[in-house]
């Protein structure tokens, strides 16, 4: 699954990512309400985690922006606010949730497994890859109960496309999701990657789309 973490607080909001991703999701994490409102927007998520305090734009703000544009993308709000106005305040602007700081990682964990279940969504750490599945816990596709031995740098670019499946995937993401965000690597250093990773799938059905000068794409034969 995917989950947005929009939090200020960056060392509160890599404890988040890092509990989630331990837990096998895909974690995208924002510090900026308008650089969070531009991503939801063209990039979207499963599920969001939204702090209210934010620079840029604030969190209620970014809310209102995801409803007004009919976007249901289940949301819980963190605050350091407990007063009841702020709560009805957040709720009443598309919140599907409310916790309030400071909290502990199990009690957000619980949370979000709730959401996921009310809008019906997969809160799984094993994703289906048409005749495969790829297991986010120990990082292996599966072919049955056979793993193929991927290199590290193939899995996460098989994890980066598996995300964003049917949407284009710009050689920038794929290198932020390798390499981590700000590394100084030359776009290219990528296509390796994807070349072999794409030899590997044809043979189930599964295949990299190459948009040129815009990005790559998984397809799953159906």
């Given at each position: 699954?995917?989950i947005?973490?929009i939090?200020d607080?960056?060392?509160?909001?890599?404890?988040?990512?890092?509990?989630l991703?331990?837990?096998g999701h895909?974690?995208?994490?924002?510090?900026?309400?308008?650089?969070?409102?531009?991503f939801l927007?063209h990039?979207?998520a499963d599920?969001?985690?939204?702090?209210i305090n934010?620079?840029g734009k604030?969190?209620?703000?970014?809310?209102?922006?995801?409803?007004?544009r009919?976007?249901n993308?289940?949301?819980i709000?963190?605050?350091?606010?407990s007063d009841t106005?702020?709560?009805v305040?957040?709720?009443?602007?598309?919140?599907?949730d409310y916790?309030v700081?400071?909290?502990?990682?199990?009690?957000?964990?619980?949370r979000?497994?709730?959401?996921?279940r009310?809008?019906e969504?997969?809160?799984t750490?094993?994703?289906a890859?048409g005749?495969?599945?790829f297991?986010?816990d120990?990082?292996?596709?599966?072919?049955?109960?056979?793993?193929?031995?991927?290199p590290?740098r193939e899995v996460?670019?098989?994890?980066c496309l598996l995300d964003?499946?049917g949407?284009?995937?710009?050689k920038?993401?794929?290198i932020a999701h390798?390499?981590?965000t700000?590394?100084?690597v030359?776009?290219?250093?990528?296509?390796p990657?994807?070349s072999r990773?794409?030899?590997?799938?044809?043979?189930?059905?599964i295949?990299?789309?190459?948009a040129r000068?815009?990005?790559?794409?998984?397809?799953?034969?159906?």
């Open positions: 699954m995917r947005a973490v939090e607080n960056a060392e509160l909001a890599e404890g988040i990512a890092y509990r991703r331990d837990r895909s974690v995208d994490v924002l510090h900026d309400g308008q650089e969070a409102a531009d927007s990039e979207g599920l969001v985690v939204l702090d934010l620079p604030d969190g209620l703000a970014v809310l209102r922006g995801l409803r007004d009919g976007d993308t289940p949301v709000l963190l605050t350091a606010r106005q702020d709560r305040t957040g709720l009443d602007a598309g919140a599907d916790l700081k400071p909290f502990e990682m199990d009690e957000l964990e619980a979000l497994r709730a959401l996921a009310r809008k969504l997969v809160f750490a094993r994703n890859l005749p495969l599945v297991d986010r120990s990082r292996q596709l599966m072919d049955g109960e056979t793993p193929l031995n991927l590290r996460a670019v098989l994890e964003r499946s949407r284009l995937v710009s920038s993401q794929l390798v390499y981590g700000g590394a100084d030359d776009d290219s250093a990528v296509e990657h994807v990773l794409r030899r590997r799938l044809q043979g189930y059905g295949r990299i789309k190459t000068g815009l990005g790559y794409m998984l397809d799953v034969e159906t």
